[in-house]
């Protein structure tokens, strides 16, 4: 798929190294907590930018705030923070080098109307066979809470 795509596989140093654009899509688990601290900041080009709209624990804040205060990287788009929302006195607020978004940088028009009708045929679906692969806490609808 990577090839397909006009991509390399390559390892997270080379990444890092190469890349002129990182953009963070993971899910934040014991392996991937801190997955770009201070080491992997200092990989990246003078002139690269990061942007995490997946979970502020990715990425190590105090590393990537000294990062963008001392001018490792280019700057950084966030949308996601270790406290939300964010504190108005963040250091990230006062960095002109880093773009904030209130953890909707993907919210478009149609993924708001395309959501209202997820959600109504999840529900239609539930009613037609009385389960859903989308139903996470099964407990409450079989003892009522």
């Given at each position: 798929m990577v090839h397909q795509a006009g991509?390399?596989?390559?390892?997270?140093?080379?990444?890092?190294?190469?890349?002129?654009?990182i953009s963070l899509h993971?899910?934040?688990?014991?392996?991937?907590?801190?997955?770009?601290?201070e080491r992997e900041l200092s990989l990246m080009k003078s002139s690269a930018y990061l942007i995490n709209?997946?979970?502020?624990?990715?990425?190590?804040?105090?590393?990537?705030?000294?990062?963008?205060?001392?001018?490792?990287?280019?700057?950084?788009?966030?949308?996601?923070?270790?406290?939300?929302?964010?504190?108005?006195?963040?250091?990230?607020?006062?960095?002109?080098?880093?773009?904030?978004?209130?953890h909707l940088a993907g919210t478009t028009i149609e993924s708001l109307y395309r959501s209202i009708d997820l959600v109504i045929q999840e529900v239609l679906e539930y009613l037609r066979v009385g389960d859903s692969p989308s139903v996470v806490n099964r407990e409450v609808l079989l003892h009522g809470g």
């Open positions: 991509g390399e596989q390559v390892d997270l140093e080379t990444l890092l190294r190469e890349s002129d654009v993971a899910r934040l688990t014991p392996e991937t907590e801190k997955l770009i601290g709209t997946a979970r502020a624990g990715l990425v190590d804040q105090t590393a990537l705030e000294k990062a963008l205060r001392d001018r490792k990287i280019a700057g950084a788009a966030l949308d996601v923070f270790w406290e939300e929302p964010l504190p108005a006195d963040s250091p990230f607020v006062s960095l002109n080098n880093v773009t904030l978004t209130s």
